[in-house]
């Protein structure tokens, strides 16, 4: 049976983003360096494929497995 | 006067397992932390590559190549 709205109060009404931010990873040492280890390890694989995206579409048409779908078997003509 | 009775906690040099469990979780965010250090150094390794980082759901499609065969040398 509910009579009337149920009313929660709580000792910390509402955390900004910013102070949830500080308390999860500036506030500790271990949790602000192992952010940066674990921010510098998704670094390389995201660094790795933009480089390599903007260089085959750079490149488009130069490439090896652009190339390869244009000779349509003339390679194997050319071994004799 | 009485002396008072004292008696020795197990101890391993200054560490008790007071101060241990006290130390505790913050020993486990620094396990944590050095883990993704190694990672990092790591990443280009071919056996951490098969065992840790191709498993990564979304992520390790990146360490994942399937070239054709034809282009590989005999």
Known sequence: MSKG?????TLTPHQSFYTTLYNTVFKRNSTFVGTIFFAGFLFQPALDSALTAWFENHNKGKLWKDVKLTLNGAAEEDDE | MVQPLTKAIPHFGKITLQ???YYAPNLALWGGAS???LF??????????DTFFKPIPV????????????DLPQ
Not at chain 2, 59 to 70: M, R, S, T
């Open chain 1, 5 to 9: 709205r149920k009313i929660v109060l």
């Open chain 2, 19 to 21: 101060n241990l469990a």
């Open chain 2, 35 to 37: 883990t993704f250090g």
């Open chain 2, 59 to 70: 992520l390790g499609q990146h360490w994942i190549k399937n070239p054709d065969p034809q």
């Open chain 2, 40 to 49: 990092i150094f790591t990443e280009g390794v071919p056996v951490f590559q």
